[in-house]
């Protein structure tokens, strides 16, 4: 019936790997009060450090006297923290829905309006990163009111909302100074309408909790590769994946990764027309390198990680094809009577990932474009399929 020690568990890795960063495990005991919040029935907190240490036990077989202290010692912390804010999500949940379901459009308006006047007046440089139209502005004042009470609401879901989110501010380049300012404007705001205590507090724990969430997955997912993007240097990107072990440097170019959710930096690059960087990172993937003991060729993962890459370069970014089809061609260096070897890589534009025919020929067909589909790749694609399959 202790269905409340799977939300601990659900959150223990996470707590057990960053004890050594206070913001962090505070952050994590946060959201695990929220969680607890929703378990009707009593939480004995202890009864997990119980069997906890039953359980270290019998994995363990060195387990000392020193272990049970450290491992005793990390509960204690953990459960100090949620003593301290156990009952109170409840009742904070309440006051805020009260106070946010008591806003009428003029209230709402001034919010949308004051927020960034506030906000400006505190971080000018906050202007640079705020260019959209005012119905967008608006909207995302109104997004912001309404994700300090979700986070209430639905926590586990709200966290994985809040790590894409700031992924996406990774692209964007946002500085993690600003939300500081952000929050405090928008409390000041809040507090113009209301002179309820309990729901002021509310959203401002409720909001600072959000902003410590998209501060960390900014700072943990702003990997150079992503800086050099934001900055569409060629340059950068080539220095950038030059410092990556050779056996990961595709990925480095493909995936960052912070908690469940992930972004793929060579799309950024091409959803956000950094085109010079997106040219860098295609062209590094599919250069051959080798050590002692394998080859490295980033054609496989490249069109695992984004199966439709053709399609989408077709769309976003047609100046890019030549660049993907050339690295699909190897020649090499030396010629034997007149001639040189050729290998052409084709399978990803033959066959898809379940074994089915692959729709790149559709996607250059609908492109229409006439020097491309004289590209050596595309023609040998093609004479394949109607000479030997069609």
């Not at 939300?179 to 729901?199: E, I, S």
């Not at 959000?210 to 992503?226: F, Y």
């Given at each position: ?326 690295g699909l061609i190897w020649r090499s260096r030396i010629t034997e009577n007149g ?52």
């Amino acid at each position: 019936n202790h269905t409340w020690m799977q939300e601990v568990l659900a959150s223990f890795d996470a707590i057990v790997t960053n004890v050594s960063n206070s913001y962090r495990l505070q952050e994590e005991c946060d959201v695990l009060s929220l969680r607890l919040a929703k378990y009707k029935g009593n939480i004995h907190l202890p009864e997990y450090k119980a069997v906890m240490l039953a359980s270290l036990r019998s994995l363990c077989k060195e387990w000392g006297s020193n272990h049970e202290i450290a491992w005793s010692w990390l509960w204690e912390n953990v459960e100090r923290m949620l003593k301290a804010l156990m009952g109170k999500p409840a009742a904070q949940e309440k006051a805020l829905a009260s106070l946010i379901g008591s806003l009428g459009e003029a209230e709402l308006m001034i919010v949308r309006k004051e927020v960034y006047q506030k906000f400006f007046a505190l971080a000018p440089a906050g202007q640079d990163y705020f260019k959209q139209s005012t119905t967008r502005l608006y909207f995302i004042a109104d997004k912001l009111v309404a994700m300090t009470l979700d986070m209430y609401k639905d926590p586990k879901r709200m966290v994985e909302d809040i790590s894409a989110l700031g992924l996406r501010h990774v692209g964007y380049g946002i500085p993690t100074d600003l939300f500081g300012p952000f929050v405090t404007g928008c409390v000041q705001v809040l507090r113009m309408l209301t002179d309820n205590d309990a729901a002021e507090e509310a959203f401002r724990w409720s909001l600072s909790l959000i902003s410590r969430m998209l501060t960390r997955v900014i700072n943990e997912g702003s990997t150079i590769v992503m800086k050099a993007i934001n900055a569409n240097s060629s340059k950068m990107m080539k220095k950038a994946v030059g410092c990556a072990p050779r056996g990961k440097r595709a990925l480095w170019m493909l995936n960052v990764q912070v908690g469940t959710q992930s972004i793929s930096p060579l799309m950024w690059a091409i959803e956000t027309g950094s085109l010079e960087s997106a040219r860098a990172i295609i062209t590094d993937l599919l250069t051959i390198r080798a050590d002692r003991d394998r080859y490295y060729y980033g054609m496989d993962i490249l069109f695992e990680r984004h199966e439709d890459i053709i399609q989408r370069l077709c769309l976003d970014a047609p100046a890019l094809m030549p660049v993907l089809l050339d690295g699909l061609i190897w020649r090499s260096r030396i010629t034997e009577n007149g001639q040189r070897r050729v290998n052409y890589y084709l399978r990803h534009l033959l066959v898809d990932s379940h074994g089915n025919f692959a729709k790149a020929t559709e996607w250059i067909t609908d492109n229409a474009d006439p020097k491309l589909v004289i590209h050596p790749v595309i023609c040998m694609v093609t004479d394949m399929v109607w000479s030997r399959v069609a």
